[in-house]
């Protein structure tokens, strides 16, 4: 699966952005794709994922009530809506697919997924 990640930029604290990720190649064979993101300095962190064929959902605490991560099977795209941005949102955003292979609950580890987009930038000022 090949994965094209957009929509990072600069925003001011409460504002909002949408990320989007594009999927392509063998995407039936996706179990979920999930956000994850990297700030200066700091190991990569989960976000959020959903399940590619139902739709589940899952989100880190931090994020709770203010991401919405979503997909639209017609476009084999995962979105993103990030609402009342904190600074310390701001981070190198990279959209993750992890393969179908048996398992049956969404993951939260990176090395739980196998291929990868590139990263888009969210700053959020202060």
């Known amino acids: 699966v090949q994965l094209q990640a957009s929509g990072g930029g600069l925003v001011q604290a409460g504002g909002s952005l949408r990320l989007a990720c594009e999927a392509s190649?063998?995407?039936?064979?996706?179990?979920?794709m999930a956000w994850f993101r990297q700030a200066p300095g700091k190991k990569r962190e989960f976000v959020a994922a959903?399940?590619?064929?139902?739709?589940?959902?899952y989100y880190t605490d931090s994020v709770k009530g203010r991401f919405t991560i979503s997909k639209d099977d017609a476009k084999n795209t995962v979105y993103l809506q990030m609402n009342s941005l904190k600074p310390e949102d701001t981070a190198l955003y990279y959209c993750?697919?992890?393969?179908?292979?048996?398992?049956?609950?969404?993951?939260?580890?990176?090395?739980?997924?196998?291929?990868w987009g590139q990263g888009t930038l969210v700053t959020v000022s202060s």
């Open positions: 959903v399940t590619w064929s139902r739709g589940a959902t």
């Open positions: 993750a697919a992890d393969r179908e292979s048996g398992q049956k609950r969404l993951r939260a580890g990176p090395n739980d997924y196998d291929s």
């Open positions: 190649g063998r995407t039936f064979m996706t179990y979920a």
